[in-house]
Structure formats: structure tokens, C-alpha cells
């Protein structure tokens, strides 16, 4: 089994279509795909769609796990937190979810500005033509970036020089405690992997304490196979997770044609992949909308 939990549409800021994504899943010839788009789970129905859509030649067997990727802080560190198989429609987290995404373009509009006032002759309309009709954030002021021929790659633009946190012209939003949101996702029937924890050439990233203290809240788990994380950070991560006992997976980060990096390109343990399933099955509260969907049995 070929499995990849992390991946973008451009219900948030991917360039393929959630329908599209779905085919390019099935093409790649993964056999589960999780669409995790920023704070929202707006790509879901038209994934679904283009699953079912699928004939046996082309997706036969192709599970689709739906999730979302949250935005959370600790401090001056900026975390990443998936989420799978919640319900969508529990209220305290769509609330949180819904502050993030309102947020989004008041940032945006301000970061343009920033970059403005540096000489970048970035215009709003040029980032809204990008972003389309998904959730507007930062990787659509990379690509205006590329465009222009500011920078070479969205990579250079996440740097310290331009947008990554403590940049030139980072702006703070809204962004969920990472501690709340394992509890929120949690209450809401998932579980929840904290995303590529040690990606140095992001920005700050959390202390080993943090990370044991947010096992001990409930985190299941850590996305080590990841295209940020050299071998050497694996294999730290390979160590802390088993020390935490927490679950480590692997990820695309799948952005379509905005990053380089292939879907599939790395890939989650099917034991791990069962086990988070298992987890989300076993929970109390009722779900909707929240089971994987398609072909695979685990």
C-alpha cells in the first residue's frame, strides 16, 4: 500500500482542483490519499465526487481519508497540526477554524502592503488572481513573488528575507494553541499528527519538551518523512516518537504544480495508517462526513 496524508488542493493553496487532485492520486497510483487543506474541509465534497467518479481502470481501491492542516502557535513558533477523520460540523472547531480562514485575507492584504513599501511592485489583484478560489495565505504572495522574479522558487520566498516567520513582512493572525487543538480534534473524533515538526528552514521550530508535553495531551503522532526534513532530523524525530510513543508517518506536503515535490513521494507505514483509523473508530462522539472513504480496507 502506498499512503499519503498530506496533501493540497486548491480549496486552500494547492493548484489542483480537489477532482483533480483525486485523479492524480489515483494516477500516481496511491492507494489512500488524505486531502488536507489549511483550516478548512471545503475540498472534501468535490473529492468525494471525483472518487466516485473513478472507473475501475484509473482508482480502483483508492481510499480518500479526509483532514485538514491547522494553523496553531506556541509562543514565537508557528506549528502545523493535521487533523484526520473529525467531523467537520462540531461547533468549538469549526469556530476556531472559521477565525483562522476570516483572518486570512486582512493578513494577506497586509503582508502586500509590507512588500509594497519595500519597492516589490506586487499588486493585490495579481495575489487574488493566484489564489483563485481558494483559502488566500502566503503561498499566493510566493508565487506573485516567483512571477515578478523577485525570488527563484516559493521555497526562497518562505525565507527569513521575505514571508517566513519573523520575515520582513510577516504579519501575525489568529492561530489555534496547539495543546487546544488536539483537544478540539479529539472531541471531534479525530486525530491529530503534528506536520514536519523540525523544518529548521521554515522558521523557529518547538523544543523536544514541547513536543513531550503535547504527547501528553493527546498527540498521536509526528510526520517525519517529509521533503524539510534532511536524514539526519529523521532520524532524531524516529527516536523522540518512540519515546513519546507517538505514531511517525510520511507526507508529500502536495502542493500541485506550486512545489516541486510529487504525490507519493514519501509515504506512511499501512500499520500506522490502520492504527490512526482505529483510533478515530474507537472514538465516542458521533461523526459525520468523517470515515475514510473509497476502496481500501484497513
Known amino acids: 500500500m502506498r499512503i499519503d496524508l498530506h496533501t493540497h488542493s486548491s480549496a486552500s493553496d494547492g493548484t489542483d482542483t480537489p477532482a483533480e487532485l483525486v485523479r492524480n492520486a489515483a494516477a500516481a497510483g496511491l492507494d489512500v490519499v488524505a486531502l488536507t487543506d489549511h483550516d478548512t474541509t471545503r475540498g472534501h465534497a468535490e473529492a468525494r465526487a471525483a472518487l466516485d467518479a473513478l472507473d475501475d481502470t484509473t482508482g480502483a481501491g483508492l481510499t480518500l481519508v479526509p483532514g485538514a492542516e491547522l494553523s496553531c502557535r506556541t509562543g514565537d513558533v508557528g506549528l502545523h497540526m493535521l487533523a484526520y477523520l473529525f467531523d467537520p460540523d462540531e461547533p468549538r472547531l469549526l469556530r476556531e477554524r ?7 485575507v486582512p493578513r494577506a492584504r497586509a503582508m502586500v502592503a509590507k512588500l509594497r513599501e519595500l519597492g516589490v511592485p506586487i499588486t493585490w489583484d495579481q495575489v487574488a488572481r493566484i489564489a483563485g478560489d481558494g483559502s488566500i495565505g ?7 513573488l516567483v512571477e515578478l522574479g523577485v525570488v527563484d522558487s516559493v521555497d526562497e520566498a518562505f525565507s527569513s528575507r521575505w514571508l517566513a516567520d519573523h520575515g520582513r513582512v510577516h504579519v501575525p493572525r489568529h492561530e489555534l494553541d496547539p495543546f487546544d487543538a488536539v483537544r478540539l480534534v479529539k472531541a471531534a473524533g479525530g486525530v491529530t499528527v503534528l506536520a514536519h515538526p523540525l523544518a529548521v528552514t521554515r522558521g523557529p521550530v518547538i523544543s523536544e519538551a514541547v513536543l513531550g508535553r503535547l504527547a501528553e495531551a493527546g498527540l498521536d503522532g509526528v510526520e517525519v518523512d517529509h521533503m524539510n526534513h534532511d536524514e539526519p532530523t529523521r532520524a532524531r524525530l524516529r527516536t523522540l516518537a518512540a519515546d513519546l510513543g507517538l505514531l511517525t508517518t510520511g507526507s508529500s506536503d502536495y502542493h500541485g504544480s506550486r512545489k516541486t515535490v510529487r504525490l507519493g513521494e514519501y509515504t506512511t507505514d ?6 490512526l483509523v482505529r483510533r478515530a473508530a474507537a472514538a465516542e462522539r458521533p461523526r ?5 472513504y473509497g476502496g481500501v480496507s484497513t
Open 98 to 104: 472559521e477565525l483562522v480562514r476570516d483572518d486570512r
Open 138 to 144: 502566503r503561498p499566493h504572495i510566493a508565487s506573485a
Open 270 to 275: 499501512p500499520e500506522v495508517y490502520a492504527e
Open 288 to 292: 459525520t462526513d468523517a470515515a475514510p
